[in-house]
C-alpha cells in the first residue's frame, strides 16, 4: 500500500512558478510509474506528466510542456512538478498517482493541491 500527499499549491500570480511535491510513504516506490494530473471545476481530469521511477523515463502533455517539469528523488521517495510561467488556465486541483508497471489503471492517489493563478 502507498500513501502520496501533494504540497506545494497555493495563490500565486500569472507568470510566476510553483513547485509541487508529492510525498510517498508505505514502500519505495521502485517498479512504479508517478504522474501528475490536474482537475478545473467544470472539466475532465487531464494527465499532465509522468515518470518511470526507476529509469526516469518521462512524457509530458501538450498543455504543459515547455513550461512544467517532472522530477523525482528517489532517497526522498517524493515526486515533484516544477511548474513555470504559470497562466490563469493553469487554475486547477493537482494530484499525483502512482502505478505499478503494467498496470492498466492508476492504483494509488493523493488527496490533491490547489493552485490557483491571478491573471
Known amino acids: 500500500q502507498v500513501q502520496l500527499v501533494e504540497s506545494g499549491g497555493r495563490l500565486v500570480q500569472a507568470g510566476g512558478s510553483l513547485r509541487l511535491s508529492c510525498a510517498a510513504s508505505?514502500?519505495?516506490?521502485?517498479?512504479?510509474?508517478m504522474a501528475w494530473f490536474r482537475q478545473a471545476p467544470g472539466k475532465e481530469r487531464e494527465q499532465l506528466a509522468g515518470i518511470g521511477w526507476n529509469r526516469g523515463s518521462i512524457w509530458y502533455g501538450d498543455s504543459v510542456k515547455g513550461r512544467f517539469t517532472i522530477s523525482r528523488d528517489i532517497a526522498k521517495n517524493t515526486l515533484y512538478l516544477q511548474m513555470d510561467s504559470l497562466k490563469a488556465e493553469d487554475t486547477a486541483v493537482y494530484y499525483c498517482?502512482?502505478?505499478?508497471?503494467?498496470?492498466?489503471?492508476?492504483?494509488?492517489w493523493g488527496q490533491g493541491t490547489q493552485v490557483t493563478v491571478s491573471s
Open positions: 508505505g514502500r519505495t516506490l521502485s517498479g512504479y510509474i
Open positions: 498517482a502512482g502505478t505499478l508497471v503494467g498496470e492498466s489503471e492508476w492504483r494509488y
